[in-house]
T-cell receptor
Framework: GAVVSQHPSRVICKSGTSVKIECRSL??????MFWYRQFPKKSLMLMAT?????????EQGVEKDKFLINHASLTLSTLTVTSAHPEDSSFYIC??????????FGPGTRLTVL | AQTVTQSQPEMSVQEAETVTLSCTYD???????LFWYKQPPSRQMILVIR????KQQNATENRFSVNFQKAAKSFSLKISDSQLGDAAMYFC????????????WGAGTKLIIKP
């Protein structure tokens, strides 16, 4: 099956700093990538959808200036959490789609903001 | 707008027995896909099974099978011969046959396996 990597798997940062999370499709070209946030024991909450070479489409309530998404190539999308605060602490998951009838998920990134 | 409902926050089953997880959905579309995903403690999302709405035959994958009732908009997952490794959160998801692969998620069911 298709493989999606996500880096880093865990990150701890100080309040006010920015953190970048990378999502890569390793063996297929991802025309569309999704970024999710997941709170403990809850379902996945879609934050934004990005298409290669286009601006991301953010879901209602997601601050586009805080969560910067770049999908510069067919194998890489990045999520940058700018000026992170403790309330941004969460589990972030990316997924990629392209040529298959399903999304393939990265292993997730646990962000802790102190 | 489409919605997915999982009414069982938690289910438990004895090892080696069978358990059924429920999922209902609402849509006005006739062509779509339905999925069951497993999220173990590692939190990696794993596709368990997929059903295309145009197919009348229920999908099966080894010990996992679905009961797809299109008219009732029901999509339950049956796990036979439950194993300790089946313990996880299970999410039901809907995807339109058109558009950009976006998934609509249920709230999830936590499955506990009793040894």
């Amino acid at each position: 099956g298709a493989v999606v990597s996500q880096h880093p798997s865990r990150v701890i940062c100080k309040s006010g700093t920015s953190v970048k999370i990378e999502c890569r499709s390793l063996d297929f070209q991802a025309t569309t990538m999704f970024w999710y946030r997941q709170f403990p024991k809850k379902s996945l909450m879609l934050m934004a959808t990005s298409n290669e070479g286009s601006k991301a489409t953010y879901e209602q309530g997601v601050e586009k200036d805080k969560f910067l998404i770049n999908h510069a190539s067919l194998t890489l999308s990045t999520l940058t959490v700018t000026s992170a605060h403790p309330e941004d602490s969460s589990f972030y998951i990316c997924s990629a789609a392209g040529g298959y009838n399903e999304q393939f998920f990265g292993p997730g990134t646990r962000l802790t903001v102190l | 707008a489409q919605t997915v409902t999982q009414s069982q926050p938690e289910m438990s089953v004895q090892e080696a027995e069978t358990v059924t997880l429920s999922c209902t959905y609402d849509t006005s579309e006739s062509d779509y896909y339905l999925f069951w995903y497993k999220q173990p403690p590692s939190r990696q999302m794993i596709l368990v099974i997929r059903q295309e709405a145009y197919k009348q035959q229920n999908a099966t994958e080894n010990r996992f099978s679905v009961n797809f009732q299109k008219a009732a908009k029901s999509f339950s997952l049956k796990i036979s011969d439950s194993q300790l490794g089946d313990a996880a959160m299970y999410f039901c998801a809907y995807r339109s046959a058109f558009g950009n692969y976006q998934l609509i998620w249920g709230a999830g069911t936590k499955l506990i396996i009793k040894p």
